[in-house]
């Protein structure tokens, strides 16, 4: 059951429990907190100038893109600098030259706000997560927010051995193809069957990633104003795409054994979502998977209160710990939408994802996705129909990494960070980290100046909670993670000092 407190933590998403909507400052725009405006800043250290002059660059870039519209009040100069990780003063002589500027105003007792800057046109810098700048070359950090996996060697096979009359065959034909190659929903629907949901072709989109297959389906289901239940924390990307489509957010609480099914009773039934979006295998941060009996009793809630739900299953085959093929949620439901993709096993590049669903709703989705695109590369379909016959395979050579990797940080942590409580991942590829009563903001702003980059808690939150906690991604070689936690036990030392 929801306490008060917990109740207000994962309210709606409006700055309220259940107000009638965000609250708007005097001209016209919601405030941003500081760990909001942290986000929007991403990668503003460069090289050259002091810190004052480069926050008070990046700030006016944000401000003349529309990225923070005018009107925008914007945190105050201590909890930026706090945030950030650097001096109140720091803070104060780039508010000063934009106050210089115009481009920003301040009022006695009532703020500093944006007063330069076009509409909002520009997309949010939190879209592109941790993507935003790992092939941008600036500077020699070690990037530790990218959970994404290199791709395995048979994906390069099958690449390679791509038959010439097959291709031939295909570029004949017009290419477009909205629901997906035909033998690419039949590879799905075994995959499904294999994993013990007996499912159809018909019941399969083969979308390009699982981030469109989320968008589409939240798209058919929420309007502006929607109350849309979701995990808290929770996947970056479903956060966004669920904000763009005017969904209001209320946060079911989840941890290391999956989602709090008693909070998710209440809730359903206190405030009826149109909609339910939740990882039961693996959790992106948490690294959780859901019990079987946990699966059945989400199930049978959608059910009940005739919730559907959107299982995000990306992760799916990149189980560590026990059975690495559990029973799909969608065996306890008709109502659950079952999001897969190929990026997390075989390789992010290929593009392709889908949604397993109802055959009526599926024909929706491909309606709507026809306008959107016309359909997904139809070569990438090939390679990933060929890459699902090789399923086993590729689960017992990505467990086998992600063990080995899984163990060096685990390690790393105990060893040089004792104070700091990792969740140990039962699968993905990062380790969730509760940090002892500090800003995870702030400190993963001083760790980037030291040289290695973490994304902080509030990242994964719809409600900018969890700045106690850091994800930490294990994806890239072991050695530059364990140079990356040596980095973070150095910061982590000046930062309690200091």
């Given at each position: 059951?929801?306490?008060?407190?917990?109740?207000y933590?994962?309210g709606?998403?409006?700055?309220?429990?259940?107000?009638?909507?965000?609250r708007?400052n005097?001209l016209g725009s919601a405030?941003?907190?500081?760990?909001?405006?942290?986000?929007l800043?991403?990668?503003?250290?460069g090289?050259g100038?002091?810190?004052?002059?480069q926050?008070?660059?990046?700030?006016r870039q944000?401000a003349?893109t529309?990225?923070?519209?005018?009107?925008?009040?914007?945190?105050?100069?201590?909890?930026?600098?706090?945030a950030?990780g650097?001096?109140?003063?720091?803070?104060?002589r780039?508010f000063?030259?934009l106050r210089a500027?115009?481009?920003?105003?301040?009022r006695t007792?009532d703020g500093?706000?944006?007063v330069?800057g076009?509409?909002?046109l520009?997309?949010?810098?939190?879209r592109?997560?941790s993507?935003a700048s790992?092939?941008d070359?600036?500077?020699q950090?070690?990037d530790?927010?990218?959970?994404a996996l290199?791709?395995?060697?048979m994906?390069?096979?099958e690449?390679?051995?791509?038959?010439?009359?097959?291709?031939r065959?295909?570029?004949?034909s017009h290419?477009y193809?909205?629901?997906?190659?035909?033998?690419l929903r039949?590879?799905?629907?075994?995959?499904?069957?294999?994993?013990?949901l007996?499912?159809e072709?018909?019941?399969i989109l083969?979308?390009?990633g699982a981030?469109?297959?989320?968008?589409?389906?939240?798209?058919?289901?929420?309007?502006p104003g929607?109350v849309?239940?979701?995990?808290?924390?929770?996947?970056?990307?479903?956060i966004?795409?669920?904000?763009a489509l005017?969904?209001?957010?209320?946060g079911?609480p989840?941890?290391?054994?999956?989602?709090?099914v008693?909070?998710l009773a209440?809730t359903?039934?206190r405030?009826?979502?149109?909609l339910?979006?939740?990882?039961s295998t693996?959790?992106?941060?948490t690294?959780?998977v859901?019990?079987?009996?946990?699966r059945s009793r989400?199930a049978?809630?959608?059910?009940?209160?005739?919730?559907?739900?959107?299982?995000n299953?990306?992760?799916?085959d990149?189980v560590?710990?026990?059975?690495?093929t559990p029973?799909?949620l969608a065996a306890?439901s008709?109502?659950?939408?079952?999001?897969g993709?190929?990026?997390?096993?075989?390789?992010g590049?290929?593009?392709?994802?889908?949604?397993?669903?109802?055959?009526?709703?599926v024909?929706r989705?491909?309606?709507l996705?026809?306008?959107e695109?016309?359909?997904?590369?139809?070569?990438?379909?090939v390679?990933a129909a060929?890459l699902?016959?090789?399923?086993?395979?590729?689960?017992?050579?990505?467990?086998?990494?992600?063990e080995?990797?899984r163990r060096?940080?685990?390690?790393?942590v105990?060893?040089?960070?004792?104070?700091?409580?990792p969740?140990?991942?039962?699968?993905?590829a990062s380790l969730w980290?509760?940090?002892p009563?500090v800003s995870?903001?702030?400190?993963?702003?001083r760790a980037?100046?030291?040289?290695?980059?973490v994304?902080?808690g509030?990242t994964f939150?719809a409600?900018?909670?969890?700045?106690?906690h850091?994800r930490i991604?294990f994806s890239g070689?072991?050695d530059?993670?364990?140079?990356?936690?040596?980095l973070?036990?150095?910061?982590?030392?000046g930062?309690?000092?200091g």
């Amino acid at each position: 059951m929801l306490g008060d407190a917990v109740a207000y933590r994962f309210g709606l998403d409006d700055g309220a429990v259940e107000g009638p909507g965000p609250r708007v400052n005097i001209l016209g725009s919601a405030p941003i907190n500081a760990t909001r405006l942290v986000r929007l800043l991403g990668d503003w250290l460069g090289t050259g100038d002091t810190l004052y002059e480069q926050l008070a660059e990046r700030i006016r870039q944000l401000a003349r893109t529309g990225t923070i519209p005018a009107g925008t009040r914007l945190p105050s100069e201590r909890s930026l600098g706090t945030a950030l990780g650097i001096s109140r003063n720091t803070v104060a002589r780039a508010f000063d030259e934009l106050r210089a500027e115009g481009v920003l105003a301040s009022r006695t007792g009532d703020g500093t706000y944006v007063v330069a800057g076009a509409r909002n046109l520009v997309p949010d810098d939190d879209r592109l997560g941790s993507f935003a700048s790992l092939a941008d070359g600036a500077g020699q950090r070690i990037d530790l927010r990218s959970a994404a996996l290199p791709g395995l060697r048979m994906t390069a096979d099958e690449i390679g051995s791509l038959d010439e009359l097959r291709v031939r065959d295909l570029v004949a034909s017009h290419g477009y193809l909205p629901a997906g190659l035909p033998e690419l929903r039949a590879a799905i629907a075994s995959y499904y069957d294999d994993l013990g949901l007996p499912t159809e072709p018909e019941q399969i989109l083969v979308t390009s990633g699982a981030q469109q297959a989320l968008r589409l389906v939240a798209s058919l289901h929420v309007a502006p104003g929607s109350v849309v239940a979701i995990e808290e924390p929770s996947f970056r990307g479903a956060i966004h795409s669920l904000r763009a489509l005017g969904a209001r957010l209320v946060g079911i609480p989840t941890g290391p054994s999956g989602l709090d099914v008693d909070a998710l009773a209440t809730t359903l039934a206190r405030v009826r979502p149109v909609l339910l979006v939740l990882q039961s295998t693996v959790h992106n941060p948490t690294g959780s998977v859901t019990d079987s009996l946990h699966r059945s009793r989400i199930a049978g809630l959608a059910t009940r209160f005739g919730v559907p739900v959107v299982a995000n299953s990306t992760l799916a085959d990149t189980v560590i710990d026990g059975d690495r093929t559990p029973l799909p949620l969608a065996a306890g439901s008709d109502l659950v939408i079952t999001i897969g993709s190929m990026s997390k096993l075989f390789w992010g590049g290929l593009r392709v994802g889908w949604a397993r669903a109802h055959p009526d709703l599926v024909e929706r989705l491909t309606a709507l996705k026809g306008g959107e695109d016309l359909g997904t590369s139809v070569i990438a379909q090939v390679i990933a129909a060929r890459l699902l016959g090789r399923v086993e395979e590729a689960r017992d050579e990505r467990r086998a990494i992600l063990e080995k990797a899984r163990r060096c940080v685990l390690d790393a942590v105990a060893a040089l960070l004792p104070g700091w409580e990792p969740h140990v991942p039962a699968g993905g590829a990062s380790l969730w980290v509760r940090l002892p009563t500090v800003s995870a903001t702030a400190f993963a702003q001083r760790a980037d100046r030291d040289g290695v980059r973490v994304l902080p808690g509030p990242t994964f939150s719809a409600f900018e909670g969890f700045d106690d906690h850091l994800r930490i991604a294990f994806s890239g070689p072991n050695d530059l993670t364990l140079r990356g936690i040596e980095l973070l036990a150095g910061t982590w030392a000046g930062f309690v000092d200091g």
